[in-house]
C-alpha cells in the first residue's frame, strides 16, 4: 500500500470515532466565511490539532477546526478555515483533507473562497458560482500517482456539477438572491495583484481572483467527488486608482457581510440534494 495511504486512513479513522454517521457531503469554508459552521446543527468540533497528519491553519478569518452535524437535514463535514500554499505547506499538506474524506466516503464537495472582483460587471458582496478555473499554483498531483484514489491524468472538462449548479440557479430564482457565474483564477499569494496582472486576467478570461480552492478541487477531481465552488467577491479588482489598495482585514469583514446570503444558499441546496 501507498505509504501515503497510509495516513489519509490513519486520519479518517480518528475522525471516524469522533462522529456517529459518515456524511456524504463536506464543506470547505473560506477566508471570512466561517459564519456557516454556527449553523451546522448538534455540531462536534473537532480542533485540526486533534487530527493525525493535519496541520495548522493560520490564514487569517480561518479558525481551524473540523465540524460534523446536520445542515439541511443532512449530516455534513465543514472545513472552518482550510490550508494555503502561501503558508509553507506542500500541495500535497494543502490538499489532505480532500484525500481524507474521500477515504472517509464524501461524494461531493462544496467549496468557497473570498475572492477579487476582475470581471467589472462584479462588485463587493456579490456571490459568483464557479464555473471553471485557471490553475496558476502548482498542480498537486504532481509526483507519483495515487492509483488507489485516481487515474495518472484526470479529465478536467466538466469539473463542477452541472446539477449542483441547476439546483443553486432555482434556489437563488425563488429566494430573489442574484447570483454571478465566472471563472476563479488562482496564485500562490500572499501578496495581492498589481494592476498589470489584474488585468492580464481579465484579458485571459477570469472573472474572479484569489489564492486557494484550486488545488483543494483538482484533487477533489482526482478522487471523483462531484464539486460545487462559490466565491464572495469581497473587492473590485476592477476599479484601480492611486486611492486604492487591497487589506486583509478588509477582505474579511466583506466576506463576513455576505456569509449569511452563502450560507442560507448551501444549506438550501444540500436540502434539496
Given at each position: 500500500?501507498?505509504?501515503?495511504?497510509?495516513?489519509?486512513?490513519?486520519s479518517?479513522?480518528?475522525?471516524?470515532?469522533?462522529?456517529?454517521?459518515?456524511?456524504s457531503i463536506?464543506?470547505v469554508?473560506?477566508?471570512?466565511?466561517?459564519?456557516?459552521?454556527?449553523?451546522?446543527?448538534?455540531?462536534?468540533?473537532?480542533?485540526?490539532?486533534?487530527?493525525p497528519?493535519?496541520?495548522?491553519?493560520?490564514?487569517?478569518?480561518h479558525?481551524?477546526?473540523l465540524?460534523y452535524?446536520?445542515?439541511?437535514?443532512k449530516?455534513?463535514l465543514a472545513?472552518?478555515?482550510?490550508?494555503h500554499?502561501?503558508?509553507g505547506?506542500?500541495?500535497?499538506e494543502?490538499?489532505?483533507?480532500?484525500?481524507?474524506?474521500?477515504t472517509?466516503?464524501?461524494?461531493?464537495?462544496?467549496?468557497s473562497?473570498a475572492?477579487g472582483?476582475?470581471?467589472?460587471?462584479?462588485?463587493?458582496?456579490?456571490l459568483?458560482?464557479?464555473?471553471?478555473?485557471?490553475?496558476?499554483?502548482?498542480?498537486?498531483?504532481v509526483?507519483?500517482n495515487?492509483?488507489?484514489?485516481?487515474?495518472?491524468?484526470?479529465?478536467?472538462?466538466?469539473?463542477?456539477?452541472?446539477?449542483?449548479?441547476?439546483?443553486?440557479?432555482n434556489i437563488a430564482?425563488?429566494?430573489?438572491?442574484?447570483?454571478?457565474e465566472?471563472?476563479?483564477i488562482?496564485?500562490?499569494g500572499p501578496?495581492?495583484?498589481?494592476?498589470?496582472?489584474?488585468?492580464?486576467f481579465t484579458?485571459?478570461?477570469?472573472d474572479?481572483?484569489g489564492?486557494?480552492?484550486?488545488?483543494?478541487?483538482?484533487?477533489?477531481?482526482?478522487?471523483?467527488?462531484e464539486?460545487?465552488?462559490m466565491?464572495?467577491?469581497?473587492?473590485?479588482?476592477?476599479?484601480?486608482d492611486?486611492?486604492?489598495?487591497?487589506?486583509?482585514?478588509?477582505?474579511?469583514?466583506?466576506a463576513?457581510?455576505?456569509a449569511?446570503?452563502?450560507?442560507?444558499?448551501?444549506?438550501?441546496?444540500?436540502?434539496?440534494?
Amino acid at each position: 500500500m501507498d505509504e501515503r495511504m497510509i495516513k489519509f486512513k490513519e486520519s479518517a479513522e480518528y475522525i471516524k470515532h469522533r462522529i456517529s454517521d459518515i456524511p456524504s457531503i463536506a464543506i470547505v469554508l473560506g477566508s471570512g466565511l466561517g459564519k456557516l459552521a454556527d449553523k451546522i446543527e448538534n455540531p462536534v468540533v473537532i480542533p485540526y490539532g486533534d487530527i493525525p497528519n493535519f496541520k495548522k491553519s493560520t490564514a487569517i478569518g480561518h479558525k481551524g477546526n473540523l465540524i460534523y452535524g446536520t445542515l439541511g437535514g443532512k449530516k455534513v463535514l465543514a472545513m472552518q478555515g482550510r490550508f494555503h500554499y502561501y503558508e509553507g505547506y506542500t500541495m500535497q499538506e494543502v490538499t489532505f483533507p480532500m484525500r481524507v474524506f474521500a477515504t472517509l466516503g464524501v461524494k461531493t464537495v462544496f467549496v468557497s473562497n473570498a475572492a477579487g472582483g476582475v470581471n467589472p460587471d462584479f462588485h463587493v458582496g456579490d456571490l459568483m458560482i464557479i464555473k471553471d478555473h485557471i490553475n496558476m499554483l502548482p498542480n498537486p498531483l504532481v509526483g507519483k500517482n495515487i492509483e488507489e484514489m485516481g487515474p495518472r491524468f484526470p479529465d478536467m472538462t466538466h469539473v463542477y456539477s452541472t446539477r449542483v449548479r441547476k439546483i443553486a440557479y432555482n434556489i437563488a430564482e425563488k429566494q430573489c438572491v442574484k447570483l454571478k457565474e465566472g471563472v476563479y483564477i488562482a496564485g500562490t499569494g500572499p501578496s495581492y495583484e498589481t494592476p498589470a496582472e489584474y488585468h492580464y486576467f481579465t484579458v485571459i478570461g477570469a472573472d474572479a481572483v484569489g489564492m486557494s480552492t484550486i488545488p483543494e478541487v483538482i484533487v477533489a477531481r482526482h478522487c471523483g467527488m462531484e464539486i460545487f465552488g462559490m466565491s464572495v467577491i469581497t473587492n473590485e479588482a476592477h476599479s484601480i486608482d492611486e486611492n486604492t489598495f487591497n487589506d486583509g482585514d478588509d477582505v474579511i469583514k466583506a466576506a463576513d457581510r455576505a456569509a449569511d446570503k452563502m450560507t442560507t444558499l448551501f444549506t438550501e441546496i444540500i436540502k434539496q440534494m
